[in-house]
């Protein structure tokens, strides 16, 4: 999960050159199809090297960690390591390394819920709740500065509703005006389209909310503005689909999914390296 990038325009991505790897550390994985060993949480992976980076970064999915390769901390690892703990780390200051190992995810959280109502301000049809997103951007922004017992003792969930609901009415206004997106056949919320087939489907301002989408077959679908808040993409197939404006699409989720060159994404996004070429 660790390895070099260049985050210093975006305090929303992972910057691992200022974080201690804590996503090697912290967080837990089992042996799957996306990690090729267990890992308990709170102990360092095997390939995290001294200077917290990871030393098989450029062959992760050779080596088969492709798990490691969809991962993205939003900025938790960076504010946890350089300001929740002031620089530092768990090796010198072994002292520290259970709060911070209980920090991280509890920040990463947050700063995703940043992420999302940063998107809520670019988007012109919700610009009456623009207001409520600001307000709601700098309380989430205070959560993530408290202190490591602060962060242990924060209702998360509560916060998540509270900002879940604003997320949800920014997403239905931009919805509103896009031709045709209302309807039974335009809402997918929390559907299961493991494996569907939807080559070519028009999905234009659906509602695809906390859809599962694992390995649905997604070429050429027209996805512009559709609501991907949640939505599982692992291995969809999005081959020459339209993600233009696609709502709360994160970059972990494009990550997870397979696209090619004819894929178009939006200009906030990356391209992910292991997407196929044009054939």
């Not at 975006?10 to 912290?26: E, Q, Y």
């Not at 494996?195 to 234009?204: C, Q, S, V």
């Amino acid at each position: 999960m660790s390895g070099p990038t260049d985050s210093s325009a975006d305090p929303l991505r992972g910057d691992c050159a200022n974080c201690f790897g804590l996503c090697c550390v912290a967080l837990p994985f089992a042996a799957s199809a996306d990690f090729a060993a267990d890992k308990p949480a709170g102990t360092p992976c095997a390939n995290l090297a001294v200077d917290f980076r990871c030393g098989i970064h450029e062959r992760l999915r050779d080596r088969g960690f492709s798990g490691c390769t969809v991962y993205d901390c939003f900025g938790a690892g960076q504010k946890v390591s350089q300001v929740t703990f002031g620089g530092r780390d768990w090796r010198r200051d072994p002292e520290t390394a259970r709060r911070m190992f209980a920090a991280f995810p509890v920040v990463r959280h947050l700063h995703e819920l940043l992420a999302y109502l940063t998107e809520v301000l670019t988007l012109e049809p919700a610009r009456r709740l623009h207001g409520e997103a600001r307000r709601a951007l700098a309380e989430t922004e205070r959560l993530t500065l408290l202190s490591p017992e602060e962060l242990s003792a924060l209702d998360l969930d509560a916060h998540r509703r509270v900002v879940g609901d604003l997320l949800s009415r920014a997403g239905e206004l931009v919805r509103a005006g896009v031709p045709g997106a209302k309807g039974r056949k335009k809402n997918r919320r929390g559907a299961d389209l493991m494996g569907a087939r939807l080559t070519g489907a028009d999905l234009r301002g659906a509602s695809l909310r906390g859809a599962c989408l694992i390995a649905a077959d997604l070429t050429g679908a027209d996805l512009r503005e559709a609501d991907l808040l949640g939505a599982d993409l692992r291995d969809a197939r999005l081959a020459g689909a339209d993600l233009t404006g696609a709502l709360f699409l994160t970059q972990p989720q494009l990550n997870a999914a397979r696209g090619d060159a004819r894929t178009v994404v939006s200009a906030r996004l990356t391209r992910p390296r292991h997407w196929a070429p044009t054939p």
